[in-house]
């Protein structure tokens, strides 16, 4: 028995953990993005592919090099965070992008978005979104060139080339663009419309997203509220609330970078007030602002408010003294 | 009846099958029992025997002058063999009374046999069950005397049996209530008679469905079944309190402040036995389980039972272990001696292997805000745990952290496997000895 007991281990309760640690999660995230993605290539072409690649590797080598320099080790690339932030800032660009887009853009990234702070979890801005809020101000011409999807759904052909430069609804209606014709809700839902890579099928996002949410890593509060939120503007402006939640990124932003749990508030309270302050600064980007989508800066200018929302947001103590 | 819930808790797998089909059996005595000084919460005991001393069995061998303590009792005749430092299942050497059983059993003379408890008075019951060395068989091992005795304007209308048993692994308590019932009403009508309560409440999670059943038999009007969602902490008293009754002991107070006394089964177990056979506290029921111990037992053991007794009636270990708990996995203590004895606050030994006793590197907080969802307090611990490690023992006791009930939930549930209950637990020893200064 007594070599035994030199074995034994000593340490502080409760001795049992849950199974699903970060890096469980990080892989969640990836699963529940791949029918976008795939959607993504099937509509954009094959080129998407290498963009999505060229941004997902370059992010994991990004954030190596970064490990590196700030001597850690090479195994905090197993939770898998970079690839999500390559993955997801891949789905926020245009198709045809040059691919050194995606390299600059996880650069800034993981390096500027993350890796000054201190890495995963001391992040205060969604890295993803650093990255692409670089890119639309650097390369606003390239970030913003569109083209019409290859395949079409239900035999429609496009009638343009798919070379032809195009323009996503929300730029037809915001910019009043003429000789566009708008695509009715049902191509918004399914996603065979020009915008981003991953952000123009919102069923497929949709399915991500309650997939993350069944799997409790996302809280529902948060894409509800945003979408809630983005709708009732809309109505409260006259604009189309159906046409203004399926259009652009909303769905791609509120399931898969307003729930980013580094950047979100701690709180379910908190989270209602973030989904609802995102709503808000995307509806003024889009109702007053020079661009037509709002998404990024409206989750950016919340992660930025993060603090202050859990700062003043507190659970109600239990046994708490009603004052 | 209604039941109210709580908010935050989590679900650990229960593994309970591993025991709870096994009837409670006793071991053989075994050849020392070493009766620690420090069995409860309160003044630790000074022994009133020496070394050499033949002691009977229930003889009181250790006792205090505080009104927190209870005594301590020679679980077994026999001689003293020494009184020296002994490891405790808190990892801390505590003074210990070794006895050498004879064998014989011989009972002190001076116990009553009088079983009737009908014709003493609540305070002559009172002064029996602390003479009997009786605390509260939950875990905390408070006296069981102190709690059955509130001051004069607190109104108790309530005694809730704890027969929750959330912890995984345990199942002692589920067996009594299997095997014992009417002990277990017994206990709490002599409860209900201390504290001029007509009204009783069983609280058991809905897991235990065959326990409902069999107590159900012996109950009247009087005492009510609460069937609870399995939940854990839901055998917190706080929170048994707060899904039976919706009343919320009020932060830094106790269950006497909103009208309730809570007891665990066990303990009501102990009481009714007591007035059953004079008796004092001198055995408890113990699960003995976890996945590296070849044949789970629930265990009827004299206090003072070192554990590696214990171990070798479940059929030893199966492979080599990595650790040894004692108490449920969630709130137990992990010891490092297989000398530890059983204290009366032991109501289970969990023992992993070295596979299963994982230890793991915690990374940054990712900020998902799960322990927050969980806290069955609602404090925020990741916020909690950064004040700590930061010094900021003011703002960590601002925001609650002395409300904090050691559950684990928030540790458990933590994806980033940060320890933050070591943390609370640090930060709060610190703030109550800054206090004491």
Avoid at chain 1, 163 to 168: F, I, P, V
Avoid at chain 2, 139 to 154: L, W
Wanted: aromatic share 8%; with cysteine.
């Amino acid at each position: 028995m007594k070599s035994e007991m030199d074995k034994l281990i000593v340490s502080s309760s409760p001795h049992i953990f849950v199974k699903e640690d970060v890096s469980y999660a990080m892989r969640q995230v990836i699963y529940a993005l791949i029918p976008a993605t795939l959607a993504g290539v099937y509509f954009f072409g094959l080129y998407s592919l290498w963009v999505i690649l060229v941004s997902i590797i370059s992010a994991v080598l990004w954030e190596a090099f970064a490990l590196f320099l700030r001597k850690k080790p090479l195994n905090i690339l197993l939770d898998f965070s970079a690839v999500v932030t390559g993955l997801l800032l891949a789905l926020t660009l245009p198709p045809k992008v040059p691919l050194w887009i995606p390299v600059i853009g996880s650069g800034v990234a993981i390096l500027l978005g993350k890796q000054v702070f201190g890495g995963l979890g001391d992040n205060f801005l969604n890295p993803a979104l650093v990255g692409r809020a670089f890119l639309l101000s650097s390369y606003p011409q390239i970030m913003t060139s569109w083209i019409e999807p290859i395949h079409k759904i239900g035999g429609m052909v496009s009638q343009a080339s798919p070379l032809t430069s195009t323009a996503t609804p929300l730029a037809i209606v915001k910019l009043k663009l003429t000789g566009y014709q708008l695509p009715s809700y049902w191509h918004l839902f399914i996603g065979d419309i020009p915008g981003c890579i991953g952000e123009t099928s919102a069923l497929l996002l949709l399915l991500g997203g309650v997939y993350l949410i069944y799997k409790e890593i996302v809280d529902w509060r948060i894409p509800l509220s945003y979408i809630l939120t983005v709708f009732i503007i809309s109505l409260l402006f006259g604009k189309d609330p159906i046409f203004q939640i399926l259009a652009g990124g909303l769905f791609l932003g509120a399931f898969f970078m307003a729930t980013d749990w580094v950047t979100t508030p701690l709180t379910k309270k908190g989270k209602v007030i973030f989904g609802i302050g995102a709503g808000f600064f995307t509806m003024v980007i889009r109702l007053f602002g020079i661009y037509p989508e709002g998404v990024s800066y409206g989750i950016l200018v919340m992660n930025a408010l993060t603090p202050l929302i859990d700062r003043t947001i507190k659970p109600r103590k239990f046994g708490e003294v009603r004052k | 009846m209604k039941i109210y819930g709580f908010k935050g808790g989590v679900h650990p797998p229960e593994k309970k099958e591993l025991s709870k089909d096994i009837p409670i059996t006793k071991i053989p005595l075994p050849e020392k029992l070493i009766v620690l000084t420090v069995q409860h919460t309160g003044a630790s005991v000074t022994p009133l025997v020496k070394p050499k001393d033949y002691v009977f069995k229930g003889q009181k061998i250790g006792d205090a002058q505080a009104f927190v303590t209870a005594p301590i009792h020679a679980p077994t005749s026999g001689t003293v063999k020494r009184i020296a430092l002994y490891p405790h299942p808190n990892g801390r050497n505590v003074l210990g009374i070794e006895i050498e059983p004879d064998g014989k059993e011989e009972i002190f003379p001076d116990i009553s046999k009088d079983s009737s408890w009908q014709n003493l008075s609540p305070e002559d019951i009172r002064k029996r069950i602390r003479e009997a060395g009786i605390v509260g068989l939950g875990g905390a091992a408070f006296p069981t005397h102190v709690k059955i005795s509130p001051p004069p304007e607190k109104k108790i209308d309530t005694i809730i049996l704890n027969g929750a048993e959330c912890e995984p692994y345990l199942t002692i308590d589920y067996r009594l209530m299997l095997e014992k019932p009417q002990l277990i009403v017994e206990g709490l009508r002599i409860l209900m008679y201390v504290l001029g309560v007509k009204k009783g409440i069983i609280g058991i999670e809905n897991n235990k469905k065959d326990a409902v059943e069999v107590l159900r038999k012996y109950i009247d009007s009087d005492i009510e079944i609460a069937i609870l969602p399995t939940k854990y902490p839901q055998g917190s008293e706080k929170h048994l309190i707060k899904a039976i009754l919706d009343r919320e002991v009020p932060s830094g107070g106790l269950p006497l402040d909103v009208g309730v006394v809570v007891n665990n089964v066990g303990t009501a177990v102990a009481i009714a036995e007591h007035f059953k056979t004079g008796l004092p506290l001198i055995s408890r029921g113990v699960t003995v389980t976890g996945e590296n111990v070849n044949s789970p037992k629930n265990l009827d053991v004299l206090i003072g039972t070192p554990v590696s007794k214990l171990i070798e009636a479940a059929g030893g270990f199966r492979e080599k272990p990595g650790k040894i708990i004692f108490g449920g996995p969630m709130m137990g203590i992990a010891i490092y001696d297989m000398d530890t004895p059983v204290i009366k606050g032991t109501s289970g030994v969990v023992v992993f292997s070295e596979k299963d006793a994982k230890y793991y590197e915690p990374v940054e907080c990712v900020r998902c805000g799960k322990c927050v969802d969980v806290c069955p307090m609602g404090l925020m611990p990741t916020i909690l745990a950064k004040y700590v490690r930061k010094d900021k023992l003011i703002e960590a006791e601002e925001l609650g952290i002395l409300d904090c009930i050691e559950c684990g939930s928030c540790n458990y549930i933590c994806p980033s496997r940060r320890p933050l209950l070591q943390w609370i637990r640090v930060g709060k020893t610190d703030i109550l000895a800054k206090r004491r200064k």
